[in-house]
């Protein structure tokens, strides 16, 4: 039922570059539902030498369950050939439950939290997955490759998940190119009938250079293979998420295009219409400032809700090439910005819904002084606000030198809207900001379905 409109998304971001409304969002979200891997028949229980990145990083490895295809039953160059599940049994280990909770708000019996295991565990655990995946699937590490993450893209908190049932983590190819990857990373948990859901889900782009001169290698990365129908229960979803990566392509090359960013190479201006709205904003600011008490709409500037933490780091967060381990710096961006969320919304119930993007400008080495800063930047007035990370590198002998930036970041929340101010972006770089994650919020917002459903659930939090 999908196939049809997997084919018609495709054929309306070919040609115009980008989701343009909520509805087609909405029909990406359904595609990526339809589309996810289900556990291959195949599998069994894998040693951590199948996953090194991960038993590299993660202190949890001897608590965690690993399962992949055994070489026996693979067909080399398919996606199940390269599959890696991470189960984390938390209906069992409470030292483990632990260590993954979120402190976010719950109903009562603590049954039903929207992130029971916390997303910035998620990102740091799929970082390491997705490097394990790539490795697999080139035989990269006999070939002296070395896959760096370029970015995380198009992650969705799809649904709740339970803190007392065992969550899986699959990672697998959805599509290559000469010298890159797309790799997909699903957190998937069993309803109380024992039926799984997709409750996470995000998109990691690897790049394949040479370990030594760390240039991209043109036909370094081994074509992906599809199996017929006939060979394979994945063989329609496989081609399915082909479509959908190519989608994801065309909009990280016309957002490329129209990006505002001031250090990019290719840097546009908001554009006339934007600006006014911006112009707007600060007339109605202006005139709330000025209005007889009691001032109750008055708006909070974005260096109002903006927050700063820094790291030195140290070589217990290396990966396996010798350098910061990427998942760290992501889950240290997200707890950031948890932070600076709770903080906006004055300590009321709210939830985190996905991640836009995170960008991995270059590496972070160990030893660095690291900088973070986390600003909300849009509020959209539907519940739906963003937190924008950047993260940076100091150099303590050119203290006025700027952060180097080596990642930026932008995460997605929920709460309800009578707990947000309007935000007042003031300076030029604000306003960027702002209005691009007004762009997003324009076309990649909720659906009425979506926020009703999130309503509901902040309506029964107890704080």
């Known amino acids: 039922m999908f196939r049809s409109a997997s084919i018609a998304l495709r054929c309306l971001v070919a040609s115009r570059r980008g989701f343009h409304s909520r509805a087609e969002h909405a029909t990406w979200v359904r595609g990526v539902v339809s589309s996810r891997m289900l556990k291959p028949a195949q599998i069994a229980p894998a040693a951590q030498i199948r996953s090194p990145f991960l038993a590299d990083v993660d202190p949890m490895i001897e608590r965690l369950q690993l399962f992949a295809c055994p070489k026996e039953a693979q067909q080399v160059g398919t996606p199940e050939a390269s599959f890696l599940q991470a189960t984390y049994p938390l209906s069992v280990d409470p030292i483990l439950l632990r260590s993954v909770s979120d402190v976010n708000h719950h109903g009562p019996g603590g049954d039903e939290k929207w992130a029971g295991f916390r997303l910035s565990k998620f990102y740091e655990a799929l970082d390491a997955l997705t490097a ?26 799809l649904g709740r998940t339970s803190p007392k049932r065992d969550i899986h983590l699959r ?148 990966n396996m090439h010798g350098k910061t381990f990427g998942g760290w710096v992501v889950a240290q961006a997200f707890d950031l910005a948890m932070f600076t969320a709770k903080y906006f919304v004055g300590g009321a119930a709210f939830i985190p819904i996905g991640l836009d993007e ?21 509020a959209g007035g539907d519940g739906v606000f963003r937190v924008f990370v950047t993260v940076g590198v100091i150099d303590p002998r050119d203290p006025t030198r700027r952060a180097q930036r080596t990642n930026r970041l932008m995460f997605v929340f929920a709460a309800d809207a009578s707990v947000q101010h309007r935000v007042l972006p003031v300076t030029y770089f604000n306003i960027v900001v702002h209005v691009e994650a007004q762009r997003r919020h324009a076309v990649e917002g909720l659906n009425k379905e979506r926020m009703e459903e999130i309503n509901l659930f902040l309506s029964n939090q107890n704080p």
Do not use: W
């Open 132 to 157: 394990d995946v790539a490795y697999a699937h080139t035989d990269g590490i006999a070939k002296g490759l070395a896959l760096v993450t370029a970015g995380h893209y198009n992650s969705v908190k």
């Open 171 to 318: 990672s697998y190819i959805t599509a290559v190119g000469n010298a890159s990857l797309e790799v997909r990373t699903d957190a998937v948990q069993e309803d109380l009938e024992g039926n799984e859901k997709l409750v996470n889900v995000c998109h990691t782009m690897m790049v394949a250079l040479d370990a030594k001169t760390m240039r991209p290698i043109k036909g370094g990365v081994p074509p992906l293979v599809v199996c017929p129908p006939s060979l394979s229960l994945d063989s329609e979803a496989a081609a399915e998420r082909l479509e959908l990566a190519g989608t994801h392509k065309e909009i990280r090359s016309r957002r490329a295009k129209e990006s505002m960013q001031l250090r990019g190479p290719h840097s546009r201006p908001p554009t006339q219409e934007e600006m006014v709205q911006v112009h707007e904003l600060h007339r109605a600011a202006t005139k709330a400032a000025e209005s007889a008490a009691p001032r109750l709409n008055l708006p909070q500037t974005v260096e109002d809700n903006t927050h700063h933490s820094s790291a030195i780091v140290f070589p217990e967060h290396r």
């Open 358 to 378: 995170a960008i991995f400008h270059q590496p972070v080495g160990i030893g660095d002084m690291t900088r973070l800063d986390a600003k909300v930047v849009h």
